[in-house]
C-alpha cells in the first residue's frame, strides 16, 4: 500500500472551553477521493486548518506526506486548499487574483489563465470578485488551489453554491485529479451530495473519529430497504406484522427495512397479495450517516 499523503494523528483542538476536534487519527491515501464528513461544528474546518498551519493544536500532529505544512519548503506546488469561497478581495478581478498569487505559488500569468479556463471563467476573468455569484467564487476557489499544480487538494465543502450542472463537473474534476495519482480531501456535510465522488469516507462528530472506511464498507454498513405499492394495505401490514418485517409508511406505499425485493415479492404472491410496485429502494446511506454521528432526529419518519 502507498504511504499516506496525509497523516491526523491524534489531532486535538480547545478554543476555550470548546473542544473542537477531540484526539482524532485517520490517514489519507493519495489516488483516492476522500470524503471528510460531519455534521455543522463537527471540526472539519479546524482539522483542515490545522493541516494547513493556520491553526496551532493544543496535542497531536498533521502531516502532509511526512511532514507539517509550515515545514514544507514550496508549499504551493505541494498542497492546493480552498477553505472559505468568500474570502477574496472582492475589487480585484478573479485573473488579478489569481496573477496576485503568481508569484509566491512560483507560475506565470499565462498558467492563471489557463487554471481560469480549467474552472469554466474565462468569460469572468476580468470581472470584480465582489460580483461573482456563489458557485463563481467556489470555482474561483478551486483555480487557486489548483495554481501550483499541487499533488495535495484540500477542498472545504466545494459544492456549496454549485448548480447542477457544477455538481457534475466537480464531481469529474476530481475524479481525474485522483486518477492521475492527486490526493484530494473534501469536507461535506452532506454525504449525499459526495456520494458519488468519494472513494474513502472519514466521518466525525464533536471532534471525534466515527468511522474512517472505503465508501463500499460504509454502504454494507446500511440497511437495504424495498418500496411497495398494494391494493391491500391492510393485508401487506398483517404479513409485515408476522415476517416481522421493519414497514414504514410511504407516499402511496410502505417502505420496508432490512430486506430484498423478492423475499418481499415471494412473502406477498405466497400470501395471496396483489403488488403493484416492487422496488429497490437503495441503501438508506443518510440514515446510517445520521445514526453515526448522532444527529438523526425524530422528523425522519416514524418506523411501524
Ligand atoms: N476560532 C474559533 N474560536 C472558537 N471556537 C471555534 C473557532 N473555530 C471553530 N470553533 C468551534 O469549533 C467547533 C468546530 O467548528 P468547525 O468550523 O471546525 O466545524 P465544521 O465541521 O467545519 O462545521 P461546518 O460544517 O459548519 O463548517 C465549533 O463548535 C466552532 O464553534
Not at 498551519?53 to 493544543?58: A, K, N, R
Not at 511532514?67 to 468568500?86: D, K, M, T
Not at 476573468?125 to 460580483?131: I, L, M, S, W
Not at 456563489?134 to 501550483?148: H, N, S, V
Request: aromatic content about 4%.
Amino acid at each position: 500500500m502507498n504511504s499516506p499523503a496525509i497523516t491526523i494523528d491524534g489531532l486535538t483542538k480547545r478554543f476555550g472551553a470548546v473542544t473542537a476536534v477531540d484526539d482524532l487519527s485517520f490517514t489519507v491515501a493519495p489516488g483516492r477521493v476522500t470524503g471528510f464528513l460531519g455534521p455543522n461544528g463537527s471540526g472539519k474546518t479546524t482539522t483542515l486548518r490545522m493541516l494547513l498551519g493556520l491553526v496551532e493544536p493544543t496535542a497531536g500532529r498533521a502531516l502532509i506526506g511526512d511532514r507539517p505544512y509550515l515545514q514544507i519548503r514550496r508549499p504551493a506546488q505541494e498542497v492546493g486548499a480552498a477553505l472559505e469561497a468568500s474570502s477574496f478581495h472582492p475589487g480585484r478581478t478573479g485573473l488579478g487574483h489569481l496573477t496576485t498569487l503568481a508569484p509566491q505559488v512560483g507560475v506565470s500569468k499565462a498558467r492563471c489563465r489557463e487554471m481560469l479556463d480549467f474552472v469554466g471563467l474565462t468569460a469572468a476573468a476580468d470581472r470584480r470578485v465582489g460580483g461573482y455569484s456563489m458557485g463563481m467564487r467556489q470555482r474561483l476557489g478551486l483555480a487557486t488551489a489548483l495554481l501550483g499544480d499541487p499533488g495535495v487538494i484540500l477542498l472545504d465543502e466545494p459544492a456549496n453554491g454549485l448548480d447542477p450542472q457544477g455538481i457534475v463537473w466537480l464531481r469529474g474534476l476530481l475524479r481525474s485529479l485522483a486518477h492521475e495519482g492527486r490526493t484530494v480531501l473534501l469536507s461535506s456535510h452532506v454525504l449525499a451530495e459526495v456520494r458519488s465522488t468519494v472513494d474513502d469516507v472519514v466521518v466525525i462528530s464533536n471532534g471525534r473519529l466515527v468511522r474512517a472506511s472505503t465508501l463500499t464498507e460504509f454502504e454494507d454498513l446500511a440497511v437495504h430497504a424495498v418500496g411497495v405499492r398494494t391494493p391491500s394495505p391492510a393485508s401487506f401490514v398483517a404479513l409485515a406484522r408476522e415476517r416481522h418485517w421493519r414497514i414504514e409508511d410511504a407516499p402511496g406505499g410502505f417502505r420496508i427495512h432490512g430486506v430484498d425485493t423478492a423475499t418481499v415479492g415471494s412473502a406477498a404472491f405466497g400470501a395471496g397479495i396483489e403488488l403493484h410496485e416492487l422496488t429497490d429502494a437503495g441503501a438508506d446511506l443518510e440514515t446510517v450517516f445520521l445514526q453515526l454521528t448522532g444527529s438523526a432526529t425524530p422528523s425522519m419518519g416514524a418506523v411501524r
